[in-house]
């Protein structure tokens, strides 16, 4: 760790989060262009926002960068990594907002930021309504932003998380440490590898959902929205509108986005051998499996669907909810109680680490598990050793900590939250039911509110700026955003 | 099987002995009063007394009475179940001709101190039937009490560890330590019990009317003779002697001990009891000021009924002064998440207890500057000491098969037809011993009666888990308990 002293009173330089910031920063702008070409090419009347949000972007960027540029190797400390993915999230988010506000729908500020921290943390939640109507350029710029903010996780998921150790993450790096990709100079080429595949996925995919009948801006988007697990659609009702091949490659989609994509390069290792033997994976799939059995048997044998149509709801919400995507069939109204608690017990599951999904994720919850069992051999056997494996691997005591430790955080995060929403005016299902949607990035909730798709818009602007926090806390599993409040951070 | 099961089934039968003395009281009262149910009581009574017996001399030769911890773990687990099904025979077979599902529940509910009530019209009620439904609470918190007490502390059920008595060995001096702790405890519950009996009485209940709030409010019990709870007596001051019964009932026995003995250096060192006591002024002075603000009620009232209502879902007794499950917005979601909160480790209360939100908050702090300053050693403490490492780690563990329980018990509540808040409610409730949920059907003045037949199969069988602290259930599903 750099304890260079320089610039300030901080214990630590602050150059290189502020060269870090301005890289993201230009980025998004280049993003910005894309929705600024497509207005230009159809001639709408987005591109005056979107040239003056880009302006902005890339001034900010550029300075930011030129400040931050120093002399000699420079890497990111631990702290300065706290710092970086905290304010690089909250930053992007604030300059994403830019084009709502100056675009044609003048957006609020409040509603503004809500929908662009919805996209970059990839939640899916929209204040948006009359999607079907939308200049095609904002639907395109929430699609790309929930696409960045997926590929930003996963990048931060290999690289980022496992040197903050957060939540047990470091066993990612003690996994993958057969010493070729741990070292330095290799991370750049796996990180490369791992964008190359988003990207080939997601034109997969637009492909797709092309020939499944969507127009090409809708399958772009749509695209996007599953692999980022994100959920924003482009049409008020999501996937309702569209044909039932659609909802099964979204459903593909969705699935991979939550699946471990690192696992996927490589093939000349052996794909095959390493996704079989990944234990998260396929924990993944039996906990999408389970629900899609409980949740199919219900809507059939108690709401009395068709057998069909009850397995395509069943499964398309199962992986909606579990990758934390939150795209939606139908809104809830009407259901019986089951599948909404079911959703709200899922949006605690979330995906695979390693992906783009939020919630708790997968391989926590194995690590719970054993903890349990380790319990219970303990009662019955006070002076035996154990230990925990995962992946083959034995775990050491620490991880077992940071996981316990993020465990609790982030139930506490969550039972804040929804005190908070409380606090402002929501009922408390809805407040209950916003907040685990907020936190677990999933978007999609249970209740009046909440549960239709695009009912957040009906939140007082209060709520909004907390669900928009708890977002953020969710995405960036809850500790970079904690670790800033403690004194100690910005002292020794 | 390797487990020798003599021992598990001679506590069992002293169970039912004392069990049987304890069901002679309502039938004397009936005989009394001339009530018919009198018949059930004595035939019960006879029943269990008789089986009691044969399970004592059939496996006295055994007469060591030192219980392996697997023993242990079965008899508290058997003796819980053979004396709910014992308690559901009155109910059945009296006047009230309860079918099999709602008696069972409602002696469930009795005997692990819950308040989940399948009655109607309680004011209506035979004299017999409130007594036994009270007493069945007493001898509930009783159980609790020698549970934590005797046995929790050496299994280490999430964390329990921590208020194991001074050394880790067993020896005999040990378990006579532990039995005259045990003793004194329960001489402090039966006096506490008489002492809020006779405030009661001079409070302005009839003399009947205090004895039964007296047994049901010191083991946090929460069954009451009215349908209108506590509020049926429109008497401040019997809400305050029922208040302070809460509160004593949800802090640990030992400090109450420890009080008689006066040692006070030990008191003012229980960090638990301020958290506990904080946590109860804290949230009830916010939801006062929110009654205040929202439905302009008058600040002491407010404060004295939100106080009343915070320390009956902590302590887990369920009783009111007025239904708080019609309060909206902010008083719901946190009376909710103090459902899950509970009372002190030591007490009668349930949930996850306080000294495990210590403990965690303790851990999740701890965590955090640890990622700060990974090569500094930081260890953990509670009341001042170094707590090993393996404690907040179990009760972490225990924390997550709390929320996992929790939550397959609401998807199985909504699964059978209870909507999301009667799902969640329910569950947090039964979980914690609490019983009345955060929806006004089945919320402190609502009943439980017209929930479907198989929702009250999984809520008694939740309360009963709660109340053996999850993990004496699990390891009976472990491979390991039964080989050697």
Not at chain 1, 20 to 33: D, S
Not at chain 1, 139 to 152: D, E, I, K, T, V
Not at chain 2, 140 to 155: E, F, R
Request: with cysteine; glycine share 12%; proline share 4%.
């Amino acid at each position: 760790m750099q304890t260079k002293r320089s610039g300030g009173d901080f214990l630590f330089d602050l150059r290189p989060v502020l060269f870090a910031n301005g890289l993201l920063l230009c980025v998004l702008a280049v993003a910005m262009g894309l929705p600024l070409l497509l207005d230009l090419a159809r001639g709408g009347s987005e591109a005056a926002g979107f040239a003056a949000s880009m302006g902005i972007t890339l001034f900010l960027g550029a300075a930011l960068t030129l400040s931050g540029r120093g002399r000699g190797n420079f890497g990111l400390g631990t702290r300065q990594a706290f710092l970086f993915s905290a304010s690089g999230t909250a930053l992007a988010a604030l300059l994403a907002a830019l084009p709502l506000i100056l675009g044609s729908r003048h957006l609020s500020i409040t509603d503004a930021l809500f929908e662009a921290v919805s996209g970059i943390t990839t939640t899916g939640a929209t204040v948006l309504t009359g999607l079907d109507q939308a200049p095609e350029a904002i639907l395109l710029w929430r699609a790309l932003l929930q696409w960045l903010g997926g590929a930003g996780v996963i990048v931060a998921a290999l690289v980022l998380l496992p040197m903050l150790r957060i939540g047990g993450m470091q066993i990612f790096r003690m996994e993958t440490s057969d010493k070729v990709e741990n070292s330095p100079r290799r991370l750049p080429r796996l990180v490369g590898k791992l964008l190359l595949l988003y990207g080939v996925l997601t034109l997969l995919l637009t492909l797709g959902l092309r020939t499944a009948g969507m127009t090409g801006l809708e399958a772009v988007c749509h695209a996007m929205a599953s692999l980022s697990t994100g959920g924003f659609s482009t049409s008020d009702s999501s996937l309702a509108k569209f044909g039932n091949g659609a909802r099964w490659l979204c459903v593909i989609g969705m699935l991979l986005g939550g699946m471990n994509l690192a696992l996927f390069i490589n093939p000349w290792r052996g794909i095959r051998w390493r996704i079989a033997r990944d234990t998260q994976i396929r924990w993944y799939l039996l906990t999408a499996l389970g629900f899609t059995a409980m949740l199919g048997f219900w809507y059939w044998a108690v709401a009395g669907q068709m057998l069909h149509h009850a397995v395509l709801q069943a499964g398309f919400q199962a992986v909606s909810i579990l990758s934390t995507t939150g795209f939606r069939l139908s809104d809830d109204r009407g259901w019986g109680g089951f599948p909404q608690i079911a959703i709200f017990v899922m949006s605690f599951i979330g995906g695979c680490t390693g992906s783009a999904a939020g919630g708790i994720k997968i391989f926590r919850y194995e690590v719970l598990f054993a903890i349990s069992r380790l319990h219970i051999a303990r009662m019955l056997h006070p002076h035996g050793v154990f230990s925990v494996t995962f992946n083959r691997l034995r775990l050491p005591a620490a991880v077992l900590r940071s996981v316990l430790g993020f465990f609790m955080l982030y139930f506490l995060c969550f039972a804040a939250l929804a005190i908070g929403l409380a606090v402002v005016g929501l009922d408390p299902l809805s407040s209950l039911s916003a907040a685990a949607a907020a936190i677990g990035n999933v978007g999609a909730g249970v209740g009046p509110v909440i549960g239709l798709a695009g009912g957040y818009h009906a939140l007082p602007a209060a709520a909004k700026l907390l669900l928009a926090l708890g977002m953020l806390i969710g995405r960036l599993e809850l500790v970079p955003v904690l670790v800033l409040l403690l004194a100690g951070f910005w002292k020794d | 099987m390797i487990l020798d099961l003599r021992p598990v089934l001679w506590g069992v039968g002293l169970l039912l002995s004392l069990f049987a003395a304890m069901m002679a009281l309502p039938a004397l009262l009936d005989w009394r009063l001339g009530d018919p149910d009198c018949a059930v009581f004595s035939a019960v009574t006879g029943l269990s007394l008789f089986c009691g017996q044969v399970l004592i001399f059939a496996n006295l030769q055994q007469r060591t009475r030192h219980f392996t911890i697997r023993q242990g773990i079965l008899l508290a687990v058997i003796g819980w179940t053979v004396l709910a099904i014992g308690a559901s025979l009155p109910f059945a077979f009296g006047h009230l001709r309860l079918s099999p599902s709602d008696a069972l529940f409602e002696a469930i509910s009795g005997i692990t101190a819950t308040n989940g009530t399948i009655l109607r019209h309680l004011d209506t009620l035979s004299p017999g039937i409130l007594l036994w439904r009270a007493l069945l609470q007493w001898m509930g918190g009783i159980g609790v009490l020698t549970l934590s007490a005797a046995v929790l502390p050496d299994l280490n059920v999430g964390g329990m560890d921590l208020f194991r008595t001074e050394s880790a060995r067993l020896d005999e001096r040990l378990v006579k330590r532990v039995r005259r702790l045990l003793s004194g405890i329960l001489i402090v519950y039966a006096g506490l019990t008489l002492l809020l009996g006779v405030l009661l009485w001079l409070a302005g209940m009839s003399p009947f009317d205090a004895v039964l709030h007296a047994l049901s409010t010191i083991s946090c019990g929460g069954f009451s003779s009215s349908d209108q709870s506590v509020g049926h007596w429109h008497n401040p001051g019997v809400d305050w002697v029922i208040l302070l019964g809460m509160l004593l009932g949800g802090a640990p026995f030992f400090l109450h001990w420890q009080i008689v003995r006066r040692q006070w250096r030990e008191v003012r060192q229980n960090s638990q009891v301020r958290w506990y006591l904080g946590l109860i002024v804290l949230s009830s002075c916010a939801i006062a000021l929110w009654l205040v603000i929202e439905q302009d009620a008058k600040p002491l009232p407010a404060l004295r009924h939100s106080l009343f209502a915070v320390a009956s879902v902590m302590t887990g007794t369920g009783f009111a002064t007025l239904d708080w499950s019609r309060w909206s917005g902010f008083p719901i979601a946190l009376l909710f998440l103090l459902t899950f909160v509970g009372g002190c480790a030591g007490s009668t209360a349930g949930g996850l207890k306080v000294f495990r939100l210590q403990l965690l908050s303790a851990t999740a702090r701890l965590q955090l500057r640890r990622l700060l300053s990974p090569n500094k050693v930081l260890l953990p403490t509670f009341d001042g000491r170094v707590v090993p490492e393996l404690i907040p780690e179990s009760v972490l563990g225990y924390l997550f098969v709390y929320i996992l329980s929790f939550a397959m018990l609401a998807m199985g509540l909504a699964f059978v037809g209870l909507d999301f808040p009667q799902a969640l409610g329910a569950a947090a409730a039964s979980l914690a011993n609490l019983g009345p949920a955060i929806t006004p059907a089945i919320g402190p003045l609502g009943s439980f009666a017209t929930l479907p037949d198989s929702a009250k199969w999984l809520l008694a069988a939740a309360m009963l888990f709660g109340r053996l602290e999850l993990f004496l259930v699990l390891t009976l599903f472990s491979r390991d308990f039964w080989q050697n």
